[in-house]
């Protein structure tokens, strides 16, 4: 399980949560969080589940869809959900970064003239570090999969404005996930996806994240955002401010453990865990805890400090 976690990292993290029961269950359930807003929340029931979450916005002239799921299938499926709603047209999908588990249904809309938006380093990534991270795992199907996603056609550096005509969307890049991250603020609906900038009440996975910025960027959107905000994270269901603020606990403490058990000479995989995870289990174990998730947090969290945690460059 653990190989799992390491070499497939997002887009099998569905693995510890369930997907392997096999039950007619749709992909993901909808949840409408704000005036014409939606939450796509992936389902670990499902036989094939979305294995992350989704969402989208109606506006005045159109819709823009965040993420796109790990099959064209689900996405397929959130499409004819969409068009159950509304005659308008999907203009925009925003990518919130480049693992597969949120992109790989970008071509569904690409093919109905959806510009497909994202941070820079997305563009590069989308193919070459996702069969990177499939590792083991990169069969010939996985590696057609992959090759045969939809790259963004519409690049940003640090911020972008989309407009369905009088709704603004707001799209913001922050580090800490990836290195490629970005949030969609919905202003009149007081709705942040996030990505999986958030995770909430499960362990995130930290292959290619940067701890340090990442504790910084929960600190900048709490400044950003005014009180009754509703946060979609990557994974889980949405949440409150509350709920994001534990999830930077749970960062802030991972980052102190290995610190301290740094400090006190602990060195080599095995140590690490064995002094950290426990201490994790006892204040977290409330959470979806899979403990070799746990481990692989540690062991990335040390790399990052000891500056040896290879992470993808732009």
Not at 10 to 27: M, S, V
Not at 178 to 197: C, E, M, N, Q, R
Not at 215 to 224: F, G, Y
Request: aromatic content about 8%.
């Amino acid at each position: 399980m653990l190989r799992v976690i390491g070499s497939l990292a997002i887009a099998l993290c569905f693995a510890w949560t369930g997907c392997a029961q096999q039950r007619p269950e749709p992909p993901f359930t909808l949840t409408q969080i704000g005036t014409n807003v939606w939450a796509a929340i992936d389902n670990p029931k499902a036989a094939t589940p979305a294995s992350a979450n989704a969402g989208f916005v109606i506006g005045d002239d159109g819709v823009v869809v965040i993420d796109t799921f790990f099959s064209e299938e689900a996405a397929t499926q959130l499409l004819a959900e969409i068009q159950q709603r509304t005659k308008l047209p999907v203009k925009y999908v925003i990518n919130t970064h480049y693992h597969i588990d949120h992109v790989a249904g970008n071509g569904v809309f690409a093919k109905t003239g959806a510009a497909i938006l994202a941070q820079r380093n997305v563009r590069g990534w989308i193919h070459s570090e996702n069969l990177r991270l499939l590792g083991d795992f990169l069969t010939p199907e996985l590696k057609a999969q992959t090759d045969s996603i939809v790259a963004p056609t519409v690049d940003y550096e640090d911020a972008t404005n989309l407009y369905l005509g009088s709704r603004a969307i707001q799209v913001r890049s922050f580090l800490g996930h990836t290195g490629g991250d970005s949030i969609v603020v919905v202003p009149d609906a007081k709705v942040v996806f996030l990505g999986d900038l958030f995770w909430r009440n499960m362990l995130p996975t930290l292959i290619d994240a940067s701890t340090k910025p990442w504790v910084e960027t929960l600190d900048a959107i709490a400044a950003m955002n005014e009180p009754g905000y509703t946060f979609v994270p990557g994974h889980g269901d949405p949440g409150s401010a509350t709920d994001v603020a534990a999830f930077r606990e749970y960062l802030t403490t991972l980052r102190a453990l290995v610190a301290d058990a740094r400090a006190q000479g602990k060195t080599g995989d095995d140590a690490l865990a064995q002094s950290i995870v426990p201490k994790l289990k006892e204040k977290f174990g409330q959470w979806e805890f899979a403990e070799p998730v746990a481990k692989s947090n540690v062991l990335e969290t040390d790399a990052e400090m000891r500056g040896a945690k290879r992470i993808p460059m732009p």
